[in-house]
């Protein structure tokens, strides 16, 4: 089963080819980055525009990279939502026309479960855009899976393909939020959190004890305390230039304490033997660390997929529409983009 699946949520412009929801024959990714850079964050009407600027070329070389035609597709695939909704619109529409002219299944499908998706992908290299070295099996059912991206924290049951108890969210900033709120405020450059991965390599993450916000407390995250601990510090430390990389590296362990502990938690509450994780924030590499060394020390499997498809690519979404098209489950082409879609 041929899948072409597209993913414009944010950001990212991505066309990918997946084979069974498993083999990804090309994932091309054309990030907006250098155009929201100078604003300190995404201009949703910027957004829209490079989308309409790159979708078709981008489809096009996914299908030439992939060495397939239109033709050779059984499905198109198609991120709704949740996102900004002039982004979405323009995946959509691209999908409900290949979908429509060539006469096969269109899927629509939930951004936050193609990022639990990404930990089905084969993780084998494939193609020069996907250059991956882990070799690692599927999770197994039930799992849980921390999702940690920039608009969503969640602590997820993956109970079977599709079926999702999730038993805590983040009651204010998500991770990935809070990582680009303070390297905004320390105006050390967007999008904060790979700038603050690689800077806190420098520091000493425990020079300053910053507040690990609910941390005993049930499955719910708080990440808004921790920053204004950060901006607390620096307006308290006049000579705070100095000290940057220790400041990023205290900042990054507390949050990365409290997603380790919690999730750990949960997978020994709910019984699972194998920990996933998803979303922007699971390619930070102190994350990456902390929960394989946890996991390692209770006995509990700790899949990750691989950097390029823990931010936002195609190719997750291909992954999660193989499953529902098995099932039969496929959108009436008067699906709609929905900015705040949950997962459940
Ligand atoms: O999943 P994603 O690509 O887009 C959303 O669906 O939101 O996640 C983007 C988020 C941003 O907040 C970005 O700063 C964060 O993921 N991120 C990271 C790292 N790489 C991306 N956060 C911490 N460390 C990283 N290495
Ligand atoms: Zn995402």
């Not at 951004?111 to 250059?131: D, S, V, W």
């Not at 102190?286 to 823990?310: D, F």
């Amino acid at each position: 089963m041929l899948i072409l699946s597209i993913e414009t949520s944010c950001d990212e412009t991505s066309a990918a080819v997946v084979k069974d929801g498993s083999e990804i024959f090309s994932n091309i990714i054309s990030s907006q980055v250098e155009f929201h850079k100078k604003y300190g964050g995404i201009v949703p009407e910027i957004a829209s525009r490079k989308h309409i600027e790159v979708i078709n070329p981008i489809i096009q070389e996914a299908l030439d990279n992939a060495k397939v035609t239109f033709k050779d597709l059984d499905a198109v695939a198609v991120t709704h939502g949740p996102g900004l909704i002039g982004s979405l619109i323009v995946g959509l529409s691209a999908a409900k026309s290949i979908a429509y002219a060539l006469n096969i299944p269109l899927i629509g499908i939930n951004h936050l479960e193609a990022h639990i998706y990404a930990n089905f992908l084969n993780r084998k290299p494939q193609t020069a855009n996907c250059k991956t070295t882990e070799n690692l099996k599927n999770p197994k059912f039930p799992f849980i899976c921390l999702v940690v991206s920039g608009g969503h924290t969640m602590l997820v049951v993956v109970e079977g393909h599709g079926k999702y108890k999730v038993i805590g969210r983040t009651r204010d900033d998500a991770a990935g939020e809070a990582f680009d709120k303070v390297a905004r405020f320390l105006k050390i450059g967007y999008p904060g959190g790979p700038i603050i991965d690689k800077m806190a390599k420098e520091g000493n993450p425990t020079a300053i004890n910053f507040t690990r916000p609910m941390l005993n407390d049930g499955f719910d995250f708080s990440f808004s305390g921790i920053k204004t601990a950060v901006v607390t510090h620096v307006k308290r430390n006049r000579d705070f230039q100095s000290q940057v990389p220790d400041l990023v590296a205290s900042f990054q362990q507390a949050i990365v304490d409290v997603l380790v502990t919690k999730t750990i938690r949960a997978a020994k509450k709910y019984k699972c033997k194998s920990i996933a994780l998803a979303g922007g924030v699971s390619a930070n590499s102190c994350l990456r660390k902390g929960i394989k060394e946890k996991g390692k020390e209770e006995g509990i499997t700790v899949i990750i997929p691989p950097l390029i498809l823990c931010t936002d690519n195609a190719a997750m979404v291909g992954a999660r529409a193989y499953y529902l098209l098995k099932e039969g489950k496929t959108s009436d082409f008067d699906l709609a983009a929905v900015a705040s879609l949950r997962l459940a």
